[in-house]
């Protein structure tokens, strides 16, 4: 008999590797279907309620495998729709989830990591320093949560889950292979059948992986970018320092140009007051941004305690956008949800007990074009 702690989680295979799983204990590659079926749609992780599976198989997938799920520890919905899970994960930290209702869809921000090595000044995750990357399981079993949320275990989900954002914890382009195998999951259509367009990578800027996302993927792009010029985005997102702004617009570039459409990046500015909100980072922006297909996405800073940093007025916002509109850009400024739930940066977790400060300011962070 297999040992449970041996087990190979079924929940974190992607499509072709739960192929491989079937074809290894004698199975027919369809049997990957099937399964992929049962838990992502269906939500069902008992084999024995796998019904179109033969009984030997139901008790052979019993003894090699398993259906893993999350381990949720908190939870709560906003009276705007706004969901907020926070989940364990093996060892004893935790990372959030946040789901996002608007008109026309439903975003999920997802974690990639625990914790962050980038160490980006303003951001209340790069304080905790870095735990560990997620594994498949555990990035895609956030997913999973929150999808299955809104039915019970057995029934068809329903499509609430139509954009997928990977701007949770952590620089997701430094657990390279997790996230792709968990982002083809997404866009399988046996499993969650998330368009292209609607499944975004966020990064810090990680350029040599940025050119390796583009040769095995068309997600879409969003860059976390904060800062208009490399003296000041040396401070507020030292990566900055091994590959600056040039090379991340020519990477962004390069990835942009490999998409078989005319999809643009998002770009990320959280603003802090009196540190990239004036005029004059609002001048070189939008000179910048001039050189990629693009939209900004403008993110008022949320405190959080030591954090140094301030929000900027609402009118220095707007007079920030402003200018961008008039020189050209498509800006959007992202908007507070579930505040009834601390859905907003560092709130809930200080609240459960675990040593993490998730931070869910970039929920809104992303306007994909899916529906122009």
């Known amino acids: 008999m297999t040992e449970a702690s041996e087990k190979i989680n079924l929940l974190g295979l992607s499509p072709t590797k739960m192929e491989e799983f079937f074809a290894s204990i004698g199975e027919k590659k369809f049997r990957a279907q099937q399964m992929l079926k049962w838990i992502h749609q269906y939500g069902e992780a008992d084999f024995e309620k796998m019904t179109n599976m033969g009984k030997g198989l139901r008790a052979k997938l019993a003894e090699i495998s398993e259906i893993a799920l999350p381990e949720v520890v908190y939870e709560d919905f906003s009276s705007d ?20 209702p608007e008109k026309e869809r439903g975003t999920l921000c997802v974690s990639s990591q625990i914790g962050c090595s980038l160490d980006c000044s303003f951001c209340s995750t790069g304080k905790q320093g870095f735990n560990r990357d997620l594994t498949v ?14 039915h019970e275990p057995g029934e068809r989900r329903e499509r ?24 083809n999951l997404m866009m399988d259509d046996n499993a969650y059948g998330l368009s292209k367009r609607r499944v975004t990578l966020s990064t810090s800027g990680v350029v040599p992986m940025m050119d390796k996302l583009g040769d095995v993927t068309d997600v879409s792009l969003a860059v976390s970018l904060h800062a208009p010029n490399d003296e000041l985005r ?24 490999k998409l ?18 004036t005029m004059e980072h609002a001048e070189q922006l939008a000179e910048l941004m001039k050189q990629v297909p693009c939209k900004i996405n403008l993110i008022p800073f ?24 008039n020189e050209g850009h498509i800006v959007t400024i992202r908007s507070t949800r579930g505040d009834d ?22 929920i809104k962070a992303v306007q994909l074009d899916s529906n122009q």
């Open 81 to 100: 729709g706004t969901r907020k899970w926070v989940m364990r994960m093996p060892g004893g930290s935790s990372i959030e989830t946040v789901y996002i």
């Open 137 to 150: 399981a555990e990035i895609i079993g956030q997913v999973y949560v929150a999808a299955m949320s809104f």
């Open 160 to 183: 609430r889950i139509t954009n997928v954002v990977m701007m949770g914890m952590g620089e997701p382009l430094l657990n390279f292979n997790n996230v792709v195998d968990a982002m």
């Open 234 to 257: 040396n401070e507020l997102v030292p990566i900055n320092k091994k590959y600056p702004l040039k090379e991340l617009i020519a990477a962004t570039n390069r990835y942009l140009s």
């Open 260 to 277: 078989p459409d005319r999809r643009k990046a998002t770009i990320e500015y959280t603003m802090m007051e009196g540190v990239n909100d």
């Open 302 to 325: 949320n405190p959080f305690p030591n954090s140094g940093y301030k929000r900027p007025s609402n009118n220095r916002v707007y007079r920030f956008r402003d200018h961008l509109i």
């Open 341 to 362: 739930i601390d859905a907003a940066c560092g709130q809930l977790v200080g609240r459960v007990a675990d040593r993490t400060r998730r931070s869910a300011k970039y």
